[in-house]
């Protein structure tokens, strides 16, 4: 699926690093941070339902509607694909499901592995590609500060570790007016297996009726390379990344457990792309 790209303006600054070499990866390996990998350097960050609105043409006025009708027919057909439903309160769970299973909701994926953002970063690369870093807890507290002045009751809860009570206050935070600009980092409180084994977690902008970059561009400081960050991976250094990744077991494997993922891994790296000089 195509990715935004566009020259950015001065008030777009993103604070950027290039990697020289592959041992400057470990250097931004840091507690508390969350990334995600592109396969091109240039995209800006967009969640699944913000492609779908610009795919679409959807008006800006429109899109929190039919953001609210896309999850209502996933709930109502959810019963007949799965034993397991979500009650109906637990509005992360459900928006984890649908992004899972491919629907556009507005929760983009993050890791709190670096080295998992770089590989899907790298995975598929022709180019240059890039890993982008965002402070967590700088994100919450910003975001709950957010939230709070606008009104929104019992956010405080997105600062502490995943209980059952964000579900329910994720629906005053995101699904009920007024519209808050602001990026959350938040899962759901049951995880799926995919958001396990890839030490998944989501971002969540406050409006998704605006582009994920006006969310997180609304946060105090988020130029500072204290809390936003690109990661830029020349091509250069694919094999050389993709081989210590490969001996970290950080494949898509490890990241999609079962045959498929083993499979496609293959075509990815292997040893004897590098076959070993006697």
């Not at 950027?16 to 041992?23: A, I, Q, S, T, Y």
């Amino acid at each position: 699926m195509s990715r935004r790209t566009r020259k950015p303006a001065e008030s777009d600054y993103i604070a950027e690093v290039r990697l020289n070499n592959g041992d400057d990866l470990h250097r931004y390996a840091m507690p508390g941070w969350l990334y995600r990998g592109h396969r091109k350097a240039d995209w800006v960050i967009e969640s699944s339902i913000e492609r779908c609105f610009t795919r679409e043409n959807i008006p800006e006025k429109e899109r929190y509607s039919l953001e609210q009708e896309l999850l209502r027919d996933f709930k109502r057909a959810y019963h007949q694909y799965a034993a397991h439903v979500p009650g109906d309160s637990a509005v992360i769970e459900w928006l984890a499901l649908m992004e899972h299973h491919g629907a556009p909701t507005r929760c983009v994926d993050f890791s709190y592995s670096i080295y998992v953002a770089a590989y899907f970063a790298l995975e598929d690369a022709d180019a240059d590609c890039a890993v982008w870093a965002i402070n967590g807890p700088w994100a919450s507290k910003a975001s709950v500060a957010a939230l709070r002045k606008a009104g929104k009751k019992g956010v405080e809860t997105f600062l502490k570790p995943t209980v059952q009570e964000q579900e329910s206050i994720a629906a005053e935070a995101f699904l009920r007016t007024p519209h808050v600009r602001c990026a959350v980092p938040v899962n759901p409180y049951r995880l799926n297996e995919r958001l396990r084994t890839q030490k998944g977690i989501f971002v969540v902008p406050g409006d998704c009726r605006l582009p994920f970059m006006e969310n997180i561009q609304a946060l105090p400081h988020y130029q500072s390379a204290d809390n936003v960050l690109k990661i830029v991976i020349p091509i250069g250094l694919r094999r050389t990344l993709l081989r210590q990744l490969y001996h970290m077991n950080v494949s898509r494997t490890s990241l999609f457990p079962g045959l498929d993922g083993y499979a496609k891994s293959l075509g990815v790296y292997h040893p004897s792309f590098e076959p070993v000089k006697w």
